[in-house]
């Protein structure tokens, strides 16, 4: 999959700011949503489109989807998150507890990395249908990432140390270290979303809407 196409067209004078303006509320809660949502409208644009950057308009339904987004994000972290919380519990109580508050610890940060995998194509999958419950359905989501799984895990492990790279900007003083991390945060997060909607479009799990359709609209014109 060639991704240079999109990297130079994100970075045309004319649509270059559209990602920015996400990239510099992507730190701050409640204004990140529309970093989020932005990026599903974003996702939802490539479904139909090799390239593509949307416009900012309908500021409220970017701003609610980036919200459910969230609701995804925490419902698929549910087990790490569970686990961070017990362990550092454990880790107030004493000697005894603390060892296994720690032990839990690390094991929340294993479980993050395993529940975040499938948080990709979950993303797709919200950004394509629309539908909060059609990005829990973890077994369609499983079947689909099996479909493209090396160049899926390439991509995962791309992101992470993409991600990885951009938290160190954060050791730069002051608010210019916190405004460069937050940008280049979300520019790697909008070429994961280019990277993973394409990929997303060549499984099956993409061609359930179309296939719905169909089915719907033969129906209707066989109805007088």
């Known amino acids: ?3 240079v196409p999109f990297i130079q067209f994100t970075f045309n004078t004319q649509y270059m700011l559209r990602w920015v303006y996400g990239g510099i509320v992507m730190y701050i809660p409640i204004l990140n ?3 989020l949502g ?3 409208k974003t996702s939802r644009l490539l479904m139909i489109s090799n390239i593509g ?3 900012w308009e309908r500021k409220y339904d970017i701003w609610m989807d980036g ?3 969230l609701f995804i994000f925490i419902l ?3 087990v790490p998150f569970f686990l961070f919380s ?3 519990f454990l880790t107030t109580l004493g000697t005894i507890p603390a060892f296994f508050g720690h032990i839990m610890i690390k094991l929340s940060y294993i479980a993050l990395l395993i529940f975040s995998y499938f948080i990709p194509f979950a993303f797709a999958t919200f950004s394509e249908q629309m539908d909060f419950k059609k990005a829990l359905e973890f077994d369609k989501i499983q079947k689909a990432i099996r479909e493209v799984l090396i ?3 390439g991509g995962y492990i791309g992101t992470l140390f993409l991600l990885y790279i951009c938290k160190w900007f954060l050791r730069i003083p002051y608010l210019i270290g916190f405004l460069f991390s937050s940008v280049l945060t979300y520019y790697a997060l909008l070429l994961s979303t280019y990277y993973f909607t394409q990929l997303f479009r060549q499984t099956s799990l993409s061609m359930e809407k179309t296939e719905e359709e169909t089915v719907y609209q033969d129906r209707s014109s066989s109805n007088p």
């Open 151 to 153: 160049p899926y895990l």
């Open 53 to 55: 950057l949307p416009t």
């Open 67 to 69: 919200l459910k987004l």
């Open 76 to 78: 698929y972290e549910a």
């Open 86 to 88: 017990c362990g550092f």
């Open 1 to 3: 999959m060639d991704i």
């Open 33 to 35: 949503f529309f970093s």
């Open 38 to 40: 932005y990026l599903s």
